[in-house]
Structure formats: structure tokens, C-alpha cells
């Protein structure tokens, strides 16, 4: 599986803009980015994912470089609910056994400060 | 619909025990994963199904863990000769294939302690 950086922790203001960013160099052309969050104490939840273009959704925006080596998520104002581990995953979307199978990293801690 | 639903929560056992833990999806998602996670570490891949059959096993996976999905609803899993090593949340997550990745759903996770 091809591999993910993120920085292990960020820490933000509420209300501020957050942009947690992910470094993939070796992604393969058939690999998506997901973005994944976990609160203390719960599952994962999904938050975002793309392939090439920049993605929205309600919870965020994917900002997605034009060689596909990095990602960025963005939160566009950060809420206390958004303190959380926050995980970007390449997962393969064709062929192999690993079809379809997240492989997570250890993510970075958001913090957000009243 | 209320989601994955995961049973139990909890779970101390003493070492040398078996435990099983059991996993309701959603109801209409054919894809059903177990993950494992330690303190201060992301969650790490077991196994998955598509239905009732297993796709994929974790190679680092012990002879003593086995899963199932017998009608391709819900799953269980079981750990033989429990460890303690084998403390950890125990997650299972559902998602609905149709021939491309969609987002998956997890449960809130049974929380094993081996004593």
C-alpha cells in the first residue's frame, strides 16, 4: 500500500480556517484519497475523498495537487466538535485483494482552542 | 436505520479465555470490516467480507483470531486463548460496494482488556 505523511499534531482557533496537509509521493495513478476523522472515545468517520479535482462536501473541502503528491483538508471555520484525529488514506479503487481496504496511519491531533 | 452497531462495548477476560464479538451493518451494505486499534495508534486492518465470503485476511493476523459472516449480514469475531496483548478497541465498519470505493461506516467498537 502506498504510504501517507502527516504532521502529528496542528492546532487551530475556533472559528479559524484549518488546513491539514498529507504528503503521498508514491500514490499510484488508481489510488484515491480519503480523508477520515475519529473523535475521542468513536469510530472513524468519513469526511472527504477525491481523485484528481478539488472535492466539497458540507464538512470540508480536499485540495488535491496538480501532480497528486500531496492533499490538503481543509475545515473552512474550525468548531471545538472538530477536535479530533484527522487520517489521510490512499486507497486503491481497481483491482488486487486490496480493492477497497482503508489502511490507516497514525493521523494528526487536531486541537482546537476556544 | 442506526448504523453499525457492535456488541459488546466491553469485554475484560482473563488471559488463556476465547471471546467473541459480534457486529451488526447496516442493513443493506454487502462489505463488512474488522479493524484493531492500540492507544495512540490508527486503526489496523484484520479482515474483511463482501458478503458472506472473506477477501482478505491481515498477514500478521494470529492463528487465533477467526471471523465470520455466515448469511452476509451480521459478522462475529472470535479470539481463541485470548493475550494481553490482544487488548485493544475492536472495530467493525460496513460500506455498500458497487464496483467502487465508497465511504465506509464504523461502529463505536467493543473495548477488550486481557487481565
Known amino acids: 500500500d502506498a504510504k501517507t505523511t502527516q504532521p502529528n499534531s496542528m492546532e487551530s482557533n475556533e472559528e479559524e480556517p484549518v488546513h491539514l496537509p498529507c504528503n503521498h509521493s508514491?500514490?499510484?495513478?488508481?489510488?484515491?484519497i480519503h480523508w477520515y476523522r475519529q473523535l475521542p472515545s468513536q469510530g472513524p468517520e468519513y469526511v472527504i475523498h477525491?481523485?484528481?479535482s478539488n472535492v466539497n462536501n458540507r464538512m470540508a473541502s480536499l485540495a488535491i495537487a496538480e501532480d497528486r503528491k500531496s492533499s490538503t483538508l481543509i475545515l473552512h471555520r474550525a468548531t471545538l466538535r472538530d477536535a479530533a484525529v484527522y487520517y489521510c488514506?490512499?486507497?486503491?479503487?481497481?483491482?488486487?485483494?486490496?480493492?477497497?481496504?482503508?489502511?490507516f496511519g497514525q493521523g494528526t491531533i487536531l486541537t482546537v482552542h476556544p | 436505520d442506526t448504523g453499525v452497531s457492535q456488541n459488546p462495548r466491553h469485554k475484560i477476560t482473563k488471559r488463556g479465555q476465547n471471546v467473541t464479538f459480534r457486529c451488526d451493518p447496516i442493513?443493506?451494505?454487502?462489505?463488512l470490516y474488522w479493524y484493531r486499534q492500540t492507544l495512540g495508534q490508527g486503526p489496523e486492518f484484520l479482515t474483511y467480507?463482501?458478503?458472506?465470503?472473506?477477501?482478505?485476511k491481515s498477514r500478521l493476523l494470529s492463528d487465533r483470531f477467526s471471523a465470520e459472516r455466515p448469511k452476509g449480514s451480521f459478522s462475529t469475531l472470535e479470539i481463541q486463548r485470548t493475550e494481553q496483548g490482544d487488548s485493544a478497541m475492536y472495530l467493525c465498519?460496513?460500506?455498500?460496494?458497487?464496483?467502487?470505493?465508497?465511504?465506509?461506516?464504523f461502529g463505536q467498537g467493543t473495548r477488550l482488556t486481557v487481565v
Open positions: 442493513s443493506e451494505h454487502n462489505r
Open positions: 477525491g481523485l484528481t
Open positions: 508514491t500514490i499510484s495513478g488508481t489510488d484515491y
Open positions: 467480507f463482501q458478503n458472506e465470503a472473506q477477501l482478505e
Open positions: 465498519a460496513s460500506s455498500l460496494w458497487m464496483g467502487r470505493l465508497p465511504e465506509a461506516f
Open positions: 488514506i490512499l486507497a486503491a479503487n481497481a483491482g488486487g485483494t486490496s480493492y477497497g481496504k482503508l489502511t
